[in-house]
């Protein structure tokens, strides 16, 4: 899969791990009306590959990891659930981050009850879910985090849970931890088509990588792409279809930073 998404120069605000509350900068980022053309386009190239991915697999859930910290992971999982809601398909987001939740505070969501007090069986499913964050867009924030995340997540409420949702959802996008935290997100994407990897250019390494690409091949699942975020292109303006496209975003003189999948 390959695909490009262009931020202008000062995206590192986005590539936060657990640190979004009150950053303006970062929200900015989150696919809206007002982003530029050459983004939302582009997101929708990756949304085209996944979506094919996904119909080969027979199964419309994946999880979106990481191998460290600050490599753009939650940010990528909102704005690609922004984009499939785009085809008016049902679309739910959860935050499976019981360790260090960024979802609630990227969205402005409230996150007293969501996938752990679900998993506990403190309220249900439908108390849980944030209803139309955006039209077609639905969201299970984190909840209160427990002690013994991985244990709540492989204990087979979560494999119930997933089955009730996959009968209302179109699409399911999982954020989970990065893997050098825990393995929580293998024990999520065994129930799901696959893994989309989230690397960081000039900060995840060549070792990070392997490390991050056995993990997930011997747990057996399948990797469905690998995001690159946080790219630095310069343009050739000799390209027609560059430069043409690039009019509707900015000026083709810019330096860009993209992200790749």
């Known amino acids: 899969m390959c695909s490009y998404v262009y931020f202008s120069k000062g995206a590192d605000h986005v590539a936060g791990y657990g640190e ?49 910290r600050g490599e753009g992971k939650t940010t990528t999982a909102i704005n690609l659930s922004i984009m499939l809601s785009r085809l008016e398909k049902r679309v739910l987001l959860i935050d499976g981050d019981l360790r260090r939740s960024g979802v609630d505070s990227m969205l402005r969501l409230k996150n007293r009850l969501g996938l752990s ?7 249900d499913i439908y108390d849980g879910i944030n209803p139309e964050v955006r039209k077609d867009f639905h969201v299970i924030t984190s909840g209160p985090l427990p002690s013994n995340p991985a244990d709540l997540i492989g204990n087979g409420n979560f494999d119930k849970l997933l089955g009730l949702l996959r009968d209302y959802y179109d699409y399911i996008v999982i954020d989970t931890p990065p893997l050098c935290i825990a393995n929580d997100a293998l024990i999520y994407s065994g129930r799901t088509a696959g893994t989309a990897l989230v690397v960081r250019e000039n900060k995840t390494t060549h070792n ?54």
């Open 20 to 68: 979004y509350e009150n950053d303006s900068v970062t929200r900015q980022f989150i696919i809206n009306e007002n982003t530029p053309f050459i983004v939302s386009e582009t997101y929708g190239k990756i949304r085209a590959n996944l979506v094919t991915a996904l119909k080969a697999a027979g199964n419309k859930s994946f999880v979106i990891t990481s191998q460290c």
């Open 117 to 123: 007090n679900i998993l506990l069986g403190e309220c």
């Open 208 to 261: 990070d990588i392997r490390n991050a690409l056995s993990a997930i091949s011997l747990s057996g699942t399948p990797i469905l792409g690998v995001i690159k975020t946080h790219c630095y292109i310069k343009y050739d303006k000799s390209s027609d279809y560059k430069s043409a496209i690039l009019e509707n975003a900015a000026d083709p003189d810019e330096d860009f930073e993209s992200d790749d999948i």
